[in-house]
């Protein structure tokens, strides 16, 4: 019986082969980020990541013209971002990110400034000097996903599996919520917005650590206050 291939392309520009029931394959011309994000996929398999599961990766390939891909495991289920969520997800959204703390660390005022340093120069970075002056000294260090939204979360027979690791602006679980709490607010349920109050009620010592850090991801992402793809991000400045 033959395999059924689907090629498309993701939103991060990857192409994507979905062949068969069970395998998808990556590729991309910018083959450094997808090599980090292969290789903590990767580190999450081994370590786990929260209540998380983590879809297998098959096979790597590096080829002569540069380009790199993946083979990893097809879940066949709907991402959270379109799916409302159960009680039992938020327990596992959660408990996952306060497995994924981290440690607190008093560097916090450093950091910033050295990821502004490399940030481009656009009018959200004008305002963020502007605006943030008493920085905080503490936050939490350690890893993450990166990008964790609701749309890289897959529901699959009960479980939650996370797809699309990203490099992180920031080392921190404080990034993830940060990246959660902005995809609630674009996809709001009575659920996902509970969700988000026990998020915010777990982190409370972190809120302007949260904000700042979600500051920084919108002067990141932002070309043009004009454009329809980073409207999300001036409305999640404050």
């Known amino acids: 019986r033959g395999k059924l291939e689907v090629l498309f392309k993701g939103l991060s520009g990857d192409k994507i082969t979905i062949c068969g029931d069970r395998v998808i394959k ?27 599961k983590i879809p297998e990766i098959y096979t790597t ?11 990893m ?16 997800d938020r327990e596992t959204i959660v408990e996952s990110l306060i497995q994924e703390r981290g440690q607190v660390s008093l560097h916090f005022k450093s950091l910033v400034s050295t990821v502004l340093r490399k940030l481009p120069e656009n009018e959200l970075k004008k305002k963020f000097i502007e605006e943030e002056k008493d920085i905080p000294n503490t936050y939490l260090r350690g890893r993450c996903h990166g990008d964790l939204g609701l749309g890289n979360m897959i529901k699959f027979f009960g479980q939650i599996y996370l797809i ?13 919520i940060a990246c959660l709490k902005q995809s609630i607010i674009a996809s709001p349920s009575v659920e996902k917005l509970k969700l988000l109050e026990e998020v915010e009620d777990v982190f409370s010592l972190y809120k302007k650590q949260i904000s700042i850090i979600n500051k920084l ?8 206050e004009n454009c329809e793809e980073h409207k999300a991000e001036l409305r999640s400045w404050s």
């Open 26 to 52: 990556k590729s991309r011309n910018a083959p450094d980020l997808l090599k980090m994000s292969c290789n903590m996929q990767k580190s999450a398999l081994v370590k786990g990541h929260g209540r998380y």
């Open 73 to 88: 495991e097809f879940v066949p289920g709907m991402n959270l971002y379109i799916h409302d969520i159960t009680v039992l």
């Open 217 to 224: 991801r919108a002067i990141s992402f932002y070309r043009d």
């Open 61 to 71: 390939t590096e080829y002569e013209d540069g380009v790199f891909s993946f083979e």
């Open 164 to 176: 699309d690791f990203t490099r992180p602006i920031v080392n921190s679980v404080l990034l993830d």
